[in-house]
């Protein structure tokens, strides 16, 4: 059996951050890295729900919203996907920091109707936010440097 890209990163060296992890059939894969995996501190189940939900509203009324293909949560709490199309890492970062602000803006959480989640009480806008905040300012951490070296891992890749 073949290990799945994800598996082959370095989980003891990963830091939080957005990373370009891979492009299949035009398809790029974005690594949201909100914790350091096995650091003992995670993204609660309720925390990380309410951020898919405020987030994937925000991208998909973005303006390259046609853009998104996904974007949701990784099992392991530590952080989310994000896949698109037509999107380098450069355009990826600067959609995902004005989704993030949007989201920051919202002051209720989209989509938890019964009819409409699967799981509707297990929300928590308060902790979401806090992650968010936390996430926005280590998006806009992100050195050019940073950003460069990502940008030439998505170009290679082509
Ligand atoms: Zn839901």
């Known amino acids: 059996m073949d290990k799945i890209p994800s598996f082959q990163k370095n989980?003891?060296?990963?830091q939080p951050g957005m990373y370009f992890s891979t492009l299949q059939q035009g398809v790029a894969t974005f690594d949201l890295r909100f914790k350091k995996p096995n650091a003992g501190d995670y993204l609660s189940p309720a925390a990380m729900?309410?951020?898919?939900?405020?987030?994937?509203?925000?991208?998909?009324?973005?303006?390259?919203?046609?853009?998104?293909?996904y974007f949701g949560p990784m099992g392991c709490r530590t952080g989310f996907y994000l896949l698109t199309v037509h999107t380098d890492y450069r355009a990826a970062l600067c959609c995902l920091k004005d989704a993030v602000?949007?989201?920051?803006?919202?002051?209720?959480?989209?989509?938890?109707?019964k009819a409409e989640c699967g799981?509707?009480?297990?929300?928590?806008?308060?902790?979401?936010?806090?992650?968010?905040?936390g996430y926005s300012d280590l998006l806009d951490s992100i050195t050019e440097a940073q950003i460069e070296y990502?940008?030439?891992?998505?170009?290679?890749?082509?």
Do not use: C
Request: proline letters at 2%; zero cysteines; aromatic letters at 4%.
């Open 11 to 14: 989980h003891n060296v990963l």
């Open 101 to 113: 602000r949007a989201a920051l803006a919202m002051d209720f959480v989209p989509g938890v109707k």
């Open 119 to 133: 799981n509707y009480r297990s929300h928590d806008l308060a902790a979401a936010k806090r992650e968010l905040l």
């Open 49 to 69: 729900h309410t951020i898919e939900h405020l987030l994937a509203t925000a991208l998909r009324n973005g303006k390259n919203k046609s853009d998104i293909i």
């Open 150 to 158: 990502e940008q030439k891992k998505f170009e290679e890749a082509k």
